[in-house]
């Protein structure tokens, strides 16, 4: 079984500041993660995956995210937050030995509120 | 330009009524899923299909049905059965099931009047 928590139903940062969403994971196979982001009334678009190559890995509008499975997490990063980032961002996580029904499994979401 | 296509983006169902929403991708992907969407739920399962001719029930597919008779499509109906449909309607696609991303459609807000 697979689950993902996702820290933070909603995040407030300035524009120009830090953005910090945080995504901790439980599998019991090695997983392939992945970050979405969802606009208002829009379906949901991928920021980035990890896949087990590089643990950091770039995704699209400058953000990012690190794999770290000593702690189970794979918390997504922008360094300069802007106005255009305000958006409902999913981790989500899948068991990578594949097999079974599990599939993608989503987390519950969190909102990025981005204040000028 | 490959994708998928939800429709209709609205749509209105008097309680009774069964109504159903279309799904059509042209990635020429194997598996396909129906995700409900509400506030501070994220998205929930309703049901997947691996490959034609075959799909299983996800986490809530209660009041809900689907065929997958052709590979490009899988429609989502909304039964009268289902006492709480007025949600967002997600659906999406991906090669297999196992390994790779999903893509996903603009989706279809549903509201019982």
């Known amino acids: 079984a697979q689950s993902v928590t996702q820290l933070g139903s909603h995040v407030s940062v300035s524009e120009g500041a830090l953005v910090l969403l945080r995504c901790n994971y439980s599998s019991s196979v090695p997983p392939y993660l992945f970050w979405y982001v969802q606009y208002p009334n829009q379906g949901l678009q991928l920021l980035l995956k990890y896949t087990s190559a590089a643990t950091l890995v770039k995704g699209i509008n400058g953000f990012e995210a690190e794999f770290k499975k000593s702690e189970t997490s794979f918390h997504l990063t922008k360094p300069s937050a802007h106005m255009s980032d305000a958006a409902e961002y999913f981790c989500a996580v899948i068991g990578a030995s594949g097999g079974g029904a599990d599939g993608l499994t989503f987390g519950k979401g969190t909102h990025l509120i981005i204040q000028p | 330009d490959g994708g998928i296509t939800q429709s209709p983006k609205y749509l209105f169902r008097k309680e009774g009524q069964n109504v159903t929403l279309s799904c059509e991708q042209n990635l020429n992907h194997d598996a396909m899923y129906w995700y409900r969407q509400d506030p501070g739920q994220g998205l929930r399962l309703i049901y997947y299909?691996?490959?034609?001719?075959?799909?299983q029930k996800g986490d809530i597919a209660e009041g809900y049905s689907v065929s997958r008779e052709k590979k490009e499509s899988f429609p989502l109906t909304v039964t009268s059965a289902q006492k709480n449909p007025t949600a967002f309607y997600l659906c999406?696609?991906?090669?297999?099931?196992?390994?790779?991303?999903?893509?996903f459609g603009q989706g279809t807000r549903l509201t019982v009047v």
């Open positions: 299909s691996q490959i034609v001719n075959d799909f």
């Open positions: 999406a696609s991906s090669w297999d099931r196992v390994n790779t991303e999903a893509f």
